[in-house]
């Protein structure tokens, strides 16, 4: 699956924050694995926004997905937990997954 950006955005759309997570590539889980619900949403085509709420499951789901990683790629998966918390503690914030 191919996701290739993560923003964090103002509930107008306008972009806060963002990294590429392309080397997450071949890294997400597939619908055959169990236990990551959002994760396992993504869509790889298209967008896939979460908000304050839903951010709290999805870092609970990275941090998982960090220990079956390789060491490259938990650079990735911190800068994307960063965001996560941004979103949880703003207001109106929300992380908008970018497929290609």
């Given at each position: 699956?191919?996701?290739r950006n993560l923003f964090l955005e103002s509930?107008?759309?306008g972009h806060v924050a963002g990294i590429l997570i392309e080397a997450l590539?071949?890294?997400w889980p597939t619908a055959h694995e169990g236990g990551f619900p959002?994760?396992?949403g993504l869509d790889p085509h298209g967008n896939t926004v979460f908000n304050r709420l839903q951010a709290f499951g999805l870092e609970e789901e990275l941090s998982r997905l960090r220990g079956s990683v390789s060491f490259g790629q938990r650079a990735t998966i911190d800068a994307a937990i960063d965001l996560v918390h941004r979103c949880q503690r703003g207001g109106k914030l929300y992380l908008r997954f970018e497929g290609v």
């Open positions: 699956m191919t996701v509930e107008g759309g590539d071949g890294a959002l994760l396992q």
